[in-house]
């Protein structure tokens, strides 16, 4: 087994791109003697220089003393062919996405390093079993997916294909941890570990839009606001670039068989075609000035008319009440009622309690009301009923979102979906609970794990909303996973593993 802490570690990176100079970079840092190689002339010479500048620019913000830096930029060697590889004791790929390369690479590097030296993939797409089954020595090859910018985003997915040996994921791991860097370890199976839980927050989301729920922006208020995500989904559909996004979740959709979770928004097909790709282009779902400063999208006040006595549920109480409302006990005396359903639309929650559609709506109780409330009303509440209601829920300045109609209103449903996409995940063996919610954090940046997630919600009632979506849209997209039920119906926490 290779000791990734020795001293005289040797390490080769083959591509000088973005993800190769970046990877280039932290082994450099961490000790090891890092050989680089482009098959475009001067890729590599470039590599090193802007390496350089990175190592000065962390000098000159003092996270670096330059003695480091100058070490550092030492240990980088840029080399003229793979031949030069032969004294590495472990190969880090970063060339094109292409599988037919990448094996190429492969059979052309084992002709030259030791049958010890490790062949590791930054593949973030491409089967790592594949890419071995093109090796003599198929079990060395392991994959080793990093993030843009590599030496900020402190994750590693290390994954092991099917034929690879435990001493090479072993070492994997332990060269990350020299690094700095958290290695999370997961099967070779479509997306790995984040790629595959993030197929729950972009999709329902714009599976919301699609319904004509609300709006884009509404939507991306909502989820920041209430459910204390860092960015909305179309604002951050623009950043990674809608083209992108669209081509990765077509092609998660596909490699996994057409699983309902995973389904493509039409929505995206059009927008791909005439261009508003985002920020690279000047317009997505936001348009971006020069500086790329994003539109602000103003939202409607709200309505200054409040209602004069209302009926609720009893989760609801006592904020109407700090809000002033003078409550009535019987529905029938009310001019607004207000209900709190979990997981199902206003309709259901008006017809189940008896009340008139007409006068009703409902509030988002999951995530609290302190920073947005989401306002829903049936297909036939009365525009009178909305504006007073919407009064009501603004009187103390904290902003209301109004949507149509919609079983898990909005927060609900995509915290929900992602909660079951996750628990899928583990329920799979994929990855273990802990570097499930690890990896999400670090490589999402989400405010918890989905395991995490739910256990704050709290796994039944996660259940309940997705039990509600199923029943009444009959889509197997909600169908909620094995691990969640399970465990929900034991009281249990989503991180207990089996």
């Known amino acids: 087994m290779l000791d990734a802490n020795r001293s005289d570690l040797v390490a080769g990176v083959a591509g000088a791109g973005t993800m190769g100079r970046g990877i280039a970079q932290v082994l450099a840092q961490c000790g090891a003697r890092t050989l680089v190689?482009?098959?475009?002339?001067?890729?590599?010479?470039?590599?090193?220089?802007?390496?350089?500048?990175?190592?000065?620019?962390?000098?000159?913000?003092?996270?670096?003393?330059?003695?480091?830096?100058?070490?550092?930029?030492?240990r980088i060697e840029v080399v003229e062919s793979l031949a030069a590889f032969r004294p590495c004791h472990v190969m880090i790929e970063a060339i094109v996405e292409n599988l037919e390369a990448k094996q190429s690479l492969f059979r052309a590097l084992e002709d030259v390093v030791s049958e010890t030296c490790i062949l590791a993939t930054n593949t973030s797409s491409l089967s790592v079993t594949a890419m071995a089954a093109a090796c003599r020595r198929p079990g060395r090859v392991a994959g080793y997916h990093f993030f843009n910018p590599v030496p900020l985003m402190r994750i590693v997915e290390v994954v092991a294909g099917e034929l690879t040996e435990p001493w090479v994921v072993e070492a994997l791991a332990q060269l990350a941890r020299r690094f700095g860097h958290k290695p999370v370890h997961c099967r070779d199976t479509p997306g790995f570990i984040v790629n595959h839980a993030g197929r729950g927050y972009i999709p329902e989301s714009l599976r919301v839009l699609q319904e004509g729920v609300a709006d884009f922006a509404t939507i991306d208020r909502i989820l920041v606001d209430a459910a204390g995500f860092r960015m909305g989904p179309f604002a951050l559909l623009d950043l990674v670039g809608l083209d992108v996004a669209h081509g990765v979740m077509q092609s998660f959709h596909r490699q996994y068989y057409g699983e309902p979770r995973f389904s493509p928004s039409y929505l995206c097909d059009a927008r791909v075609a005439a261009g508003l790709l985002g920020r690279k282009t000047g317009r997505g779902w936001y348009r971006y000035g020069a500086d790329g400063t994003p539109e602000k999208i103003p939202e409607p006040?709200?309505?200054?008319?409040?209602?004069?006595?209302?009926?609720?549920?009893?989760?609801?109480?006592?904020?109407?009440?700090?809000?002033?409302?003078?409550?009535?006990?019987?529905?029938?005396?009310?001019?607004?009622?207000?209900?709190?359903?979990?997981?199902?639309d206003a309709t259901t929650a008006a017809l189940e309690l008896g009340l008139d559609p007409a006068r009703t709506v409902a509030v988002d109780?999951?995530?609290?009301?302190?920073?947005?409330?989401?306002?829903?009303?049936?297909?036939?509440?009365?525009?009178?009923?909305?504006?007073?209601?919407?009064?009501?829920?603004?009187?103390?300045?904290?902003?209301?979102?109004?949507?149509?109609?919609?079983?898990?209103?909005?927060?609900?449903r995509v915290v929900a979906h992602i909660v079951n996409v996750g628990c899928d995940i583990v329920q799979q063996k994929i990855a273990s609970p802990e570097d499930l919610d690890q990896?999400?954090?670090?490589?999402?940046?989400?405010?918890?794990?989905?395991?995490?997630?739910?256990?704050?919600?709290?796994?039944?009632?996660?259940?309940?909303?997705?039990?509600?979506?199923?029943?009444?849209s009959r889509e197997p997209r909600y169908r909620p996973s094995p691990w969640l039920r399970r465990r929900a119906r034991l009281g249990v926490s989503l991180l207990t593993p089996e």
């Not at 001067?42 to 350089?52: C, M, S, V, Y």
């Not at 009893?314 to 002033?324: A, N």
């Not at 829920?393 to 898990?408: K, N």
């Open 365 to 412: 109780p999951l995530f609290g009301f302190a920073k947005r409330r989401t306002l829903m009303t049936t297909p036939v509440t009365k525009p009178e009923v909305r504006d007073a209601a919407h009064a009501l829920l603004a009187a103390d300045g904290v902003p209301v979102s109004v949507i149509r109609d919609s079983a898990g209103f909005v927060a609900q």
């Open 439 to 472: 990896a999400v954090m670090l490589g999402l940046n989400y405010p918890k794990g989905p395991l995490a997630m739910g256990d704050a919600v709290g796994p039944a009632k996660i259940l309940a909303v997705l039990e509600a979506m199923h029943e009444l």
């Open 301 to 344: 006040p709200a309505p200054e008319r409040k209602p004069d006595a209302v009926w609720c549920v009893p989760e609801l109480k006592e904020l109407l009440l700090r809000l002033g409302a003078r409550l009535e006990p019987e529905p029938k005396a009310a001019e607004v009622c207000f209900t709190a359903p979990l997981g199902k």
């Open 37 to 74: 190689y482009d098959a475009k002339p001067g890729a590599a010479t470039a590599a090193k220089e802007a390496i350089g500048k990175t190592l000065a620019g962390l000098v000159q913000k003092g996270r670096l003393s330059q003695s480091d830096a100058d070490a550092a930029l030492a």
